[in-house]
T-cell receptor, first 111, second 117 residues
């Protein structure tokens, strides 16, 4: 059974710092991997989607990488801002086209 | 274009009561999903639908029923609510991943907070 783990569960950094969020999974048979952002009391917003044949995707200050062989993905946030404070969820699409979610990393960027 | 909307936003039930959560999307998506999110956990799939008139079980379907009578609506029903069903429920929709080359993401509603006493 596919399991998705996100470490750390919570992270607090000062504004301006570059940071990395980690996601690991147990089964490399995936179709894609996505990173979502969730603000308190709100739904999920897709940030980046990496197809299984791709190694990374970039959007503005965000860069996501995928290494299927090691079962890992990272989300790199450059020059963090207080507005980046949110919970970040990693989710992968398995062989039955369903999303399997990690439990998320709660990020706080301090002014 | 409202995207995915959910009704109600918040509800308190007593054990044994029933209720229906409504999800609506205006993006002409074939696929719709119901998830629950519990504290410290990611989202878990309850039921999903691959088109009008179809439903299928997800990871945690027990205690829930669903219906997709219209393409734009997906209803989640609790026939006899239990405290273990206290959670935040999210609806999502997407195009058919088979037809879009797996490039399409799921679009999520704002969630419904349910408290069962």
């Amino acid at each position: 059974k596919q399991e998705v783990t996100q470490i750390p569960a919570a992270l607090s950094v000062p504004e301006g710092e570059n940071l990395v969020l980690n996601c690991s999974f147990t089964d490399s048979a995936i179709y894609n991997l996505q990173w979502f952002r969730q603000d308190p009391g709100k739904g999920l917003t897709s940030l980046l989607l990496i197809q299984s044949s791709q190694r990374e995707q970039t959007s503005g200050r965000l860069n996501a990488s995928l290494d299927k062989s090691s079962g890992r993905s990272t989300l790199y946030i450059a020059a963090s801002q207080p507005g980046d404070s949110a919970t970040y969820l990693c989710a992968l699409m398995d062989s039955s086209y369903k999303l399997i979610f990690g439990s998320g990393t709660r990020l706080l960027v301090r002014p | 274009n409202a995207g995915v909307t959910q009704t109600p936003k918040f509800r308190v039930l007593k054990t044994g009561q029933s209720m229906t959560l409504l999800c609506a999307q205006d993006m002409n998506h074939e696929y719709m999903y119901w998830y629950r999110q519990d504290p410290g956990m990611g989202l878990r799939l309850i039921h999903y639908s691959v088109g009008e008139g179809t439903t299928a079980k997800g990871e945690v379907p027990d205690g829930y029923n669903v219906s997709r009578l219209k393409k734009q609506n997906f209803l989640l029903g609790l026939e006899s609510a239990a405290p273990s069903q206290t959670s935040v429920y999210f609806c999502a929709s997407s195009f058919d991943p088979y037809s879009t080359g797996l490039e399409e993401t799921q679009y999520f509603g704002p969630g419904t907070r349910l408290l069962v006493l």
